[in-house]
């Protein structure tokens, strides 16, 4: 799996919990349990996209799990 879906699938799950924990914290803004995991979802993406693209240091790729493998075989 590419590095940027991964960073984009972890980014969508962090802001839906990240939601769901907003909406619990403050119940006059709370959207219900879907409303929440979808507005995180979206603010998470958004958001860590926009601070990928201003700081491009943030947007490491982790090393593929070949090259893991073949250091842990030279090793």
């Not at 403050?26 to 693209?53: E, F, P, R, V, W």
């Amino acid at each position: 799996m590419s590095g940027t879906i991964l960073n984009l699938i972890i980014q969508l799950v962090a802001g839906a919990i990240g939601g769901n924990a907003a909406g619990a914290a403050l119940k006059d803004y709370n959207l219900g349990t879907l409303g929440n995991t979808i507005a995180g979802a979206i603010g998470g993406g958004l958001g860590g996209q926009l601070l990928q693209g201003l700081f491009p240091a943030l947007a490491v790729r982790a090393p593929s799990a070949q090259l893991n493998r073949q250091h842990a075989l030279a090793s």
